[in-house]
């Protein structure tokens, strides 16, 4: 006979990932007031509910903060833009280009999605941003740079990888360092600034790239 009914209000609209379809749906937020119902019938105002995003697909109720996860399609071109990124780092930072740290490079690249990546256009941007004004100094690439490009572009995704996601993009970048011989320093230093911003222990980092040394 008593109770407490929520009206909801929409207050916007959108697509995100729906935890309970397990992929991208659309959504409404919606905001809510509770009131006290007597025989169903709503009487007195009992105060403001939390928002919720309602999935237009199975009709689910989630907390906003379920916005925070990326879509399955933003969550892809996040991760071909890190790789990508993390290609074009090692590469700049080994500085010879060889042929086969070109074809490893563009294979990582060409496995996430960008299919049209080939050694020619890698080399091409890796010549691009040596020639740029104030990317290199002294033949190295400018390491606070490149720091601050690697983490823009992991930063963002490194939240939404499991441990062996993050550990799978070191991996592949340090099998590019090795492609045409064992690490520089340059390469070294560009690897660890990859796990830092993949949230990869410093200890886990050691381990990993004398794991890459290792032939399987």
Known sequence: ML??????????????????CGGDRNYQRLSGRRRFTVLGVPLLPRGVAAPVVECAACGGHFGTDVLD??????FSAMLRDAVHT???????????????ALETAAAAVRAVGLADCTEERLAALVEALAADTGRVHDGRP?????AIE?????????????????????????RIALADGPYTPAEHD?????????????????RLLAEARTPS
């Not at 400018?142 to 490149?146: E, K, Q, T, W």
């Not at 690697?150 to 340090?174: F, K, M, N, T, V």
């Open 69 to 74: 996860h990326p879509t399955t399609t933003r």
């Open 150 to 174: 690697l983490h823009e572009a992991l930063d963002p995704l490194a939240p939404h990888l499991a441990p062996a996601g993050r550990e799978s993009i070191l991996l592949q970048a340090a």
């Open 190 to 206: 560009t690897l660890t600034t990859v796990g830092a911003a993949l949230t990869i222990h410093t200890d886990e980092v050691t």
């Open 86 to 100: 993390v290609a074009l780092a090692v590469l700049s930072a080994g500085g010879t280009c060889s042929r086969t």
């Open 3 to 20: 109770g407490t009914r929520t009206a909801w209000t929409p207050v916007g609209d959108g697509e995100f990932f729906c935890p309970g």
């Open 142 to 146: 400018c390491g606070a740079d490149l």
